[in-house]
């Protein structure tokens, strides 16, 4: 609940091996600027290992998002290629594949604030069976550029950055008046004062 990944570290972000190009952390690039980090995600468009924009994570993102009370998830993504990514979120877990439906994100359009519906009903089967088991459990996490329904993602040659994924509660929740609070003291806190 309320976890966010601001990339201070590569904390379990992954895009399999051999991948010739890796996520890498990038310092200074994230929507605030100085001292702002961002995860770097590139992909080359072909067919073998790095053809595919896609990063996942199977350790700090796992778990019971159900019981969690998490409906959406939050995220900042810049894209750095030439063409539109229809960006996806994908788990897994006891009830197999489900994605999210995707968002477009426009070639060099700067940063993207997304707020991504995550709950079971909103899911769509890429495999999977039962997406509340799914969410109960989850095992792996991905972000990704997929036109189609699918995990695996579609073959581009471009980049993203990514910052700020947050966890988001149901609304009316104690955490999300919590989360609520939490974010008002950042915007005042980076907010410029002259």
Known sequence: M?????????????SGNPNPNPPVIQTDSGPLGAGDNALRVTSNGGSGAGGKLLVFNESTWTGDYVGAGVVKLALDLRNGGTTTLQVRLAFNGP??????????????SGWNHLLIDIRPV?????????????????????????????????????????????????????????????????????????
């Open 122 to 194: 909103s899911l769509v089967s890429a495999g999977g069976s039962n997406a509340a088991n799914t969410m109960g459990g989850v095992t792996e996490l991905r972000v990704l550029h997929a036109s189609a329904v699918d995990f695996k993602g579609a073959a581009v040659s471009g980049s993203f950055l990514l910052d700020n994924v947050q966890a988001v509660p149901e609304p009316g929740s104690a955490s999300w008046l919590a989360l609520a609070g939490g974010l008002l003291a950042r915007r005042r806190r980076n907010r410029f004062i002259p």
């Open 2 to 14: 309320n976890q966010i990944e601001t990339f201070s570290g590569s904390h379990g972000w992954i």
């Open 95 to 108: 009830g197999g594949w489900f994605v999210t439906p995707s968002n477009p994100v426009l070639a060099f």
